[in-house]
């Protein structure tokens, strides 16, 4: 497993820099935990103060997800998002974590034919749309509706039609 994490600039079209990479025989939490803890160690060395990411993309991994959790100490996964999701709509950007699209994308497509062995083609990408939809949500409000948009469109009779 080959892991890499990237720190993008501020300046603008500047290209993201390698702030550290691994390779390992082991995909585990202990191990990508390690790695994290070794660039916030080095990160405070060579800065001065602690590292405070705004934003960590990572895979649908719950391995991944734990590791981040466990690194920037923020609790277990579901302490986690009992804390992003009470956040007053004006704060929804606390999230530290978001879920990489095109990874995401790939899972939902992946699980669309395999749910759904009926739907035509033009169908699932209706789907795709809806999820497509929620992943750009500005909000909780914004990504509740699209939510209830896409539930009411999948239990309609006429979906597989």
């Given at each position: 497993?080959?892991?890499?994490?990237?720190?993008?600039?501020?300046?603008?079209?500047?290209?993201?820099?390698?702030?550290?990479s691994?390779?390992?025989?082991?995909?585990s939490?202990?191990?990508?935990?390690?790695?994290?803890?070794?660039?916030?160690?080095?990160?405070?060395?060579v800065v001065?103060?602690?590292?405070?990411?705004?934003?960590?993309v990572t895979?649908h991994s719950?391995?991944n997800l734990?590791?981040?959790?466990?690194?920037?100490?923020?609790?277990?996964?579901?302490?986690?998002?009992d804390?992003?999701w009470?956040l007053?709509?004006e704060?929804?950007h606390?999230?530290?974590?978001k879920?990489?699209?095109?990874?995401?994308?790939?899972?939902?497509?992946?699980?669309?034919?395999?749910?759904?062995?009926?739907?035509?083609p033009?169908?699932?990408?209706?789907?795709?749309?809806?999820?497509?939809?929620?992943?750009?949500?500005?909000?909780?409000?914004?990504?509740?509706?699209?939510f209830?948009?896409?539930?009411?469109?999948i239990?309609?009779?006429?979906?597989e039609?």
């Amino acid at each position: 497993y080959l892991y890499h994490a990237l720190v993008y600039q501020r300046v603008s079209g500047a290209p993201p820099l390698t702030a550290i990479s691994m390779l390992t025989k082991r995909n585990s939490t202990d191990t990508i935990e390690s790695m994290l803890a070794t660039l916030i160690v080095n990160y405070r060395k060579v800065v001065g103060k602690a590292l405070a990411p705004k934003c960590v993309v990572t895979d649908h991994s719950f391995t991944n997800l734990n590791a981040i959790l466990a690194a920037f100490q923020l609790g277990d996964l579901t302490t986690y998002l009992d804390r992003v999701w009470a956040l007053p709509e004006e704060e929804d950007h606390f999230s530290l974590i978001k879920l990489c699209k095109a990874h995401f994308m790939k899972n939902i497509a992946v699980n669309a034919k395999v749910k759904f062995p009926k739907l035509k083609p033009k169908q699932r990408r209706l789907i795709m749309a809806y999820f497509a939809a929620m992943t750009e949500a500005q909000g909780k409000n914004e990504l509740y509706a699209t939510f209830r948009d896409f539930a009411q469109l999948i239990q309609s009779p006429s979906i597989e039609e």
